[in-house]
Structures are given as structure tokens and as C-alpha cells.
């Protein structure tokens, strides 16, 4: 399996939607392959943080220099 393939099964793989033989060539390719296993094991997480719908209160100088970024970038458009 290539990591386009694996990128391809990402959703069915995190929804436990693969046949048996499927799940055994995705397993095969994360435990060579550091970047697709960082890739889903990320996905994981972040579908997680999302689930729990916690909200995280920023320091306030980031929030500033994130909101001065985003406002930048909203203007070159």
C-alpha cells in the first residue's frame, strides 16, 4: 500500500469500515510508514477534540497575534 492509497482510506480506516484483508494492508503500511501513522493518529485526535466540543482559552498575546494574522491575510484577498 503507497501513503496515497492509505490517504484514499483514511475515512473508512477511522470509521472501522475496512474489510478484514483491507485492515491488515493499512496496518501493515503504519507500522512501516512514521507519516501516515502521525497523519491518522492526528486525524483521531483532532475528530476527538472536536467531538468533546471543548473550547480552550487562548493567552492573550496569541490571540491577539493570531487575530492580527488572520485579519492581515484578509486583507491581501
Known amino acids: 500500500m503507497t501513503c ?25 503500511h503504519l507500522r512501516g510508514c512514521e507519516h501516515c501513522l502521525i497523519t491518522m493518529n492526528t486525524t483521531r485526535m483532532t475528530i476527538e477534540i472536536y467531538r468533546r466540543n471543548d473550547i480552550y482559552e487562548l493567552p492573550e498575546t496569541l490571540r491577539t497575534r493570531l487575530e492580527a494574522s488572520i485579519m492581515a491575510r484578509c486583507k491581501k484577498c
Open 4 to 28: 496515497s492509497e492509505f490517504m484514499a482510506k483514511l475515512d473508512d480506516c477511522l470509521d472501522q469500515k475496512l474489510d478484514a484483508e483491507l485492515r491488515a494492508e493499512v496496518d501493515s
